[in-house]
């Protein structure tokens, strides 16, 4: 352990690391108790594997135009906003073909991306990275990023919390009050998305489903109060990222691996204990 | 005696006015030639068998449909206007039941038209603590959904719906999954709801009809008002869909399809 205090004083790719585990928990906490709450956590997963297609076309428009600015992360964003927008119209118009094609955009985001990544001039992309996750490649513009796209999505939550929640518990009554219950389910959708683009950083594509959804899960079995649960997740999520890096830093192995088990076995565990009643 | 109220009662005390209305989904007709008013102060009970038009009648009423002919006016204006006067209780079973929220946070929902940017008012919240109190349940209010009875849950509904500040409490199904021991309780609610204002009520729970209506409506494809009590021949016919069936039988055989006739 004292090898990781030595490391987070000498290196600043560590302290990257930890400042965006430590920031995107809050984003995470947040987020995660609404996926659960609202039990969009397929949703949530097609959304996070089909932002491979950002990326893929962000890596491939970067080398062959040279467009330096153009990052994964920025390529991220729109890819994650789009399939966000077209689920959310799936979900709304086609609810009896839902899964199908939520499954299709899933599918299809994730190739366009390979497919470019395919195509990309220059040397061969870390596609690991981006799939699995690696908290050690953080860059000063990805702490800067990620602090914007928090206070972002943490502004929004602020400033339409009540909205949020009547949509999640019951849409008709919310759209009956003259409150337009589908923007504010796309607006939910799109506050997922960007969460999920901070997650490809921290777990990657496929585990960071696991990193949103377990500390809120786990929350919710001991809090019956939202806030409680974002809470709860907020500090859960802490835990995992800071604790995830100390010991996966030494082990030498991806910080989203330890990550991911420590919050399955954290989840699994409270299952042997009862639900919290009032 | 059952009797057909096709003509509206027009005037000013009159709540809901509807006349000659159709609806279909699709190619089905649902609704056909339905005509009905509801005066101010009125307790009407909606009943008749599944598959009847009952829950499109109320998505009408809601302003969550929109009918292919016909009028329709709550308080003198269409459905989608009058909404802000209309208090909707839906079925409390709907709802996922480990949502984590409280009992004041879903009455407050009933202001969510007069939310401001950083949460509810004091006004807001002082309106859902007495809309709760009316249902007695002020002393739930910061109890967790989760953790109420089936029938303290369809309580916070109404109390949610009053929140809303109504002249038009519409409620559906709302003894349906209620434990008996709890329902006679949440039947005294409804009572006293009832002398303040008006009420339309889908139900199938017919004790339920003749303690709290004032008369009856029978939705099944077309609509039949019936005074109470009901004698058990209507209810027979009612739930039997004999009206249905025998308007279809002779809607058959004017068009030369016999096989539902009972002559040679």
Sequence with gaps: MSDFFDAVQNFSIIRYALLVGIISSFTFGVVGTFIVTRRISYIAAAISHSILGG??????????YELEWLTPMLGAIPAA??????????????????????????????????????????????????????????????????????????????????????????????????????????????????????????????????????????????ANRLWSIMI??????????????????????????????????????SFCFKRRKN | MPSDSKEP??????????SDLFFRYGKTLVLENVSFSVAKGESLCVIGPNGGGKSTLLKLLLGLEEAERGSLKILGKSPEKARSKIGYVPQAMRFDPLFPITTLDIVL???????????????????????LAEVEMADSAKRAFADLSGGQRQRVMIARALACEPELLLLDEPTANIDLSIEEQFIETLEKLREKMTIMMVTHDLDLVSLLGDSVLCVNRRVHRHSLPLSGDTIREIYSGGRRIEHDKRARHNHGDHSGCDHE
């Design chain 2, 109 to 131: 929902m009933g202001r969510l038209d007069r939310l401001r940017i950083g949460g509810f008012s004091k006004q807001c919240k002082a309106v859902a603590l007495g809309a």
């Design chain 1, 81 to 222: 906003l789009i399939s966000a927008g077209l689920i959310g119209w799936v979900t709304l118009r086609f609810k009896e073909r839902e899964d199908t094609i939520i499954a299709a955009i899933w599918t299809c985001g994730m190739t366009i991306g390979l497919l470019f990544i395919h195509h990309a001039p220059g040397p061969g992309v870390n596609l690991e990275s981006f799939i699995f996750g690696d908290i050690l490649l953080t860059s000063q513009s990805d702490v800067i990023a990620t602090v914007v796209l928090a206070v972002v999505v943490l502004a929004l939550v602020g400033l339409f919390y009540h909205k949020l929640v009547a949509v999640c518990f019951d849409e008709e009554f919310t759209s009956l009050r003259g409150v337009s219950a589908k923007l504010y389910y796309f607006l939910l959708l799109g506050i997922v998305g960007i969460c999920m683009v901070l997650l490809v950083r921290v777990a990657g594509i496929v585990l960071s489903i696991a990193l949103i959804v377990l500390p809120a899960a786990t929350a919710s079995r001991f």
């Design chain 1, 55 to 64: 990326i893929g076309a962000s890596i491939y428009f970067n080398r062959v």
């Design chain 1, 232 to 269: 709860i997740s907020i500090i859960l999520s802490i835990i995992y990222n800071v604790g995830g890096l100390a010991i996966s830093f030494p082990m030498e192995v991806p910080t989203g691996y330890v990550v991911v088990i420590a919050a399955s076995v954290v989840y699994a565990l």
């Design chain 2, 9 to 18: 009662l027009l005037g000013p005390e009159t709540i809901v006015e509807c």
